[in-house]
Each structure stands twice: as C-alpha cells, then as structure tokens.
C-alpha cells in the first residue's frame, strides 16, 4: 500500500529532515510532527486504549528526504472503516483515508 499522507506546505519534497523521536507522543500528536515535516507515515495498531506511540521505523534522529514513508505503531485500536473508493487508509485506529498522492503513484 502506498502512504498518502504529505504536507502540503512543504515546497521542496525530498529536502532531507531529521526524523524525531515519536515515542510517548499520543498517535494524533505523533501524525501532526511527521506532517508538519514533509513525511508520509503509516500507523500499526497494537491494541489497546491509551493510544500512544510504542515504536516507530525509522528511529529517531536519522536523517531521511521529506516524503519518506514512516510506519508506526501506537497503543490503538483498529476501527471498522470503509475508504473511499481510491483512497488508502493510513491510518486503521481513527479510519482516516486519503486519496493517492499524485508524486508517489506505486
């Protein structure tokens, strides 16, 4: 699956980042830094109701282009959702779906 989730304020894709440290961040605060920064990301749920993040690929501090996918998992539940014909979910703990980013089209 492709990972459609990218700022739309970033003007120069791919201008390397240094990717922060997400654990302990709750899933929404964890999905608001990775956006802010021009990456894409993926969440895993683990289960549970405290909805923090456990682990995270890659780890903190490496420096990735802006448009990298990041995976990860957060203390969450996965809900039933049906996307959007088209879309992706990225993320399954809120159902939340985007439509495929026209730079990454795999």
Request: glycine fraction near 8%; include cysteine.
């Amino acid at each position: 699956m492709v990972v459609d989730v990218l700022a739309k304020n970033n003007p120069f894709p791919g201008e390397p980042v240094r990717m922060p440290d997400l654990a302990g961040m709750t899933r929404v605060e964890a999905e608001q830094a990775l956006i802010e920064m021009g990456l894409y990301f993926r969440v895993e749920p683990l289960g549970g109701t405290y909805d923090l993040v456990q682990e995270q690929s890659p780890t903190s501090a490496t420096r990735i282009p802006a448009g990298t996918e990041v995976r990860f998992s957060a203390s969450c539940t996965a809900i039933s959702a049906s996307p959007v014909e088209g879309a992706d979910v990225y993320d399954p703990c809120s159902g939340a779906s985007w439509l495929p980013h026209p730079y990454n089209m795999s």
